[in-house]
């Protein structure tokens, strides 16, 4: 299948493009590489730096390509700057996506892959969170992925457009060849900042918070490794044929994991010390989240290949010690 990959060179996209590859698709990517690195893709996939706002262009290539299915991956996803900058989340999140879904309707393009968040479900009361529980954000970046997912809703029952949103854990890790990974600007999450800790590239960690109600008192986090997820986005494929269909699932290996236990695998993996220091709670962080994947496992058939932290730092750090600087020169 043709399938653009919107956001496609950005940390979870660019590894779904290897996957699309794998498993015999025709990924174009269109990127505007805000965030995303050229390098990411491999140079014989159909690349266009183009805005989302660029109805024409979008257009263009949408027939150009025959693309048949999208996937978008392009967003803004730092919680703390969202609280700070809300006008920038609605604008790259929900109005740039209108501008998609608008340009993939005019263009006869009806099948859609979604980067939706646990972000949705807010503080939940219930743990593992299962798809039918009440989505309540906390903050703009989880209210526009929310917004998002209520308007593909509207769009399915009205225009015939099948879609799947999937509500993401914490992606991590990287190709298990080393040769893509993880490398945002500014980087905030636990993983990277860990090995960069542990390497002396980074100052020492702070720990955020461990006096929180969970075993060892800091945050329980579901992480989920970036193949895992990818392969979950063409697994709905086969789901996406019958028009109006509106798909939601939980992608998260439902196994928690708290923040001194990410440390212990960098530690186990590395072979390195991670110095870190106790620091204040993260405003906006829910002590626990993990996920009850069920739904996908059984409707999709999806495997998780990397159920065990260990695992997924073991590839985060293959990665990392191949690229230290990730993707800059
Ligand atoms: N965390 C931390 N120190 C850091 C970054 C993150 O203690 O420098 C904690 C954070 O409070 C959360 C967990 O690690 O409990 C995962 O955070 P991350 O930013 O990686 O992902 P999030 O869960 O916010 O999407």
Known sequence: MNVLVVGGAGYIGSHCVRQLLAAGHQPVVLDNL???HRAAVA???PFYTVNLGNEKEVGKILRKESIELVMHFAACAYVGESVTDPMKYYFNNVAATLHLLRCMMGSGVKKFVFSS???????????PLVETMPQAPINPYGQTKLDVENAL?????AYGLSFAAFRYFNAAGAAEDGSIGEHHHPETHLIPL???AATGARPPLQV????YPTPDGTCLR?????DDLSRAHIAVFDYLTTPGAALFYNLGTGTPTSVLAVIRAVEKVTGLTVPYNLAPRRAGDPPALYADSIKAQNELGWLIQYPDITSIVATAWKWHEAHPKGFAK
Request: aromatic share 14%; glycine share 8%.
């Open 34 to 36: 805000i965030y995303g």
């Open 222 to 226: 579901d992480y989920v490794h970036v």
């Open 43 to 45: 140079e014989e996939v």
């Open 194 to 196: 860990a090995i960069d």
């Open 153 to 157: 809703k509207a769009f399915a029952a």
């Open 117 to 127: 968040t646990c972000a949705t479900y807010g503080v939940p009361e219930k743990m």
């Open 208 to 211: 955020f918070g461990n006096d």
